[in-house]
């Protein structure tokens, strides 16, 4: 798949680094390299604050007083409103000004993590996560549209885009160490607080560096930010709810009625609205519809492999939680160095459609060899898997990013760049959502399998093992999805057409 660059009309339309825009003044153009700097750091702090939690969980149940079904909101409460409400910030973005948006919400998201940092008590702390949400949601996709402004060139695009798409990614491996060691090191409290000084250096140096873009006219579409915010949260419900009380349970049927209601209303409010935060039109091309899919599908799998493996190095193997952060190292490491190759030359030499099916090959390949880990399995076991999988998705993250945002037009280029974080966003809650539940039931059937004689601690080993070789099946699956989707639903394009359209 040959992938161009959105029209030219888009930089002319936001502006350009070599020239200075007006927004009442003259502002002086500030060195592009500063400036993707300032953009990865606002990536990387809100990807990673979706997993920088997992490691310290245990330490937050009891320090707060968390439920084991509540704990999980500790992790959902931030993703599902950071990825409901992207659209909603992409859309803020386009009418009020990216860097007025993008400082709007790098300064939410600093106060609300220094509010979830003292956090006496559940409520407390999830409210706080919710509102790193909004903070995250209305930061995150200006900061993409800006980056893909700063460079319009073919070339220097793609290079740029994979180093966001290894913060994107492999920030979220990234969490995980961080959470370890501040977990270790000082206290749970500290993966939030770690957040403020970072926030605060992003506020001095983006308001006087980051262009502003012209405001447009319109409006919010705030009853589509809703319906589509509720209805996921309904369905996510729904999936961990049955985790525990079972698919026929009252409450989960009423879950997935209301989510599935909720969704079909947003559809109906997007088709309706005079500016609508989804453009249907977006999914009308379908190489970009499908690679929002296939986004969405891959870091389902990816977020259950975090959240099982973080489980199995400390439940299983007995590690603490520095040394169970550090275990994902070679998945980090590997993410960032294949991304880098992958813009740097593989795009250009291997093609952008290849490289999409090589790389979801890797991590299908992975995802299905942690499958065969048991009780007795050591680190040494884990190892090649994770450099596999960080090998699959650091190659295939960069043109699945690129081929979401082809042939943007500029009128759409915030809610394209938008809808690139939300499938990562919610791919994620989704899929974690639906593992729980098959390792729940898997559990509940282990369980009984159980022989007599095992010692409490043994038989916990076994239970958890067996069913977390269940999700990883399931993850598996996600994956096999999303390879035969790249390889049959997204096409190549001919050069022919692609410079038609440019």
Known sequence: MSVQSPPRTLAARLGSPLAALRTGRERPSAPTGLILALILTC?????????IVNIALQDIKTSLGFSSAGLSWVVNAYTLTFGGLL????????????RRVFLG????????SLAGGFAANPAQLLIARAFQGVGGALASPSALALLMTMFP????RTRAIGLYTAVSIGGSALGLIAGGMLSEWASWRWVLFVNVPIGLVLLALARPTLPETPRQTGRFDLAGALT???GMTALVYGFVHAATAG??????????VLGFLLLTAFVLVELRAEAPITPLRLFADRNRASSYVARLLLVAGMMGMFFFLTQFLRGVLGYSDLVTGFAFVPLTAMVFTASQVSARWLVDLVGAHRLMIIGIAFSTLGMLWLTQLGEHSGYASLVCPLLIFGLGNGLAF?????AALDGVEARDAGAASGMVNVMQQLGGSLGLAVLVTVFGSASTSAAR????????AEAARRIYVTAADHAFWAATIFLAGTLLLVAFAIKTRRPEASAARG
């Open 398 to 402: 960069v043109p699945l990013t690129t």
């Open 449 to 456: 399998d159980v022989p007599a004689g095992l010692s409490k």
């Open 43 to 51: 990536q990387l702090m809100v990807v990673l604050d979706a997993t």
């Open 105 to 112: 919400g790098i300064a939410l998201f600093t106060l609300a």
């Open 87 to 98: 659209l909603l910030g992409a859309r803020a973005g386009d009418l009020l000004g990216r």
């Open 247 to 256: 698919w026929s349970g009252r409450e989960t049927i009423a879950s997935f």
């Open 153 to 156: 060139g073919q070339r220097e």
């Open 228 to 230: 589509s915010t509720l």
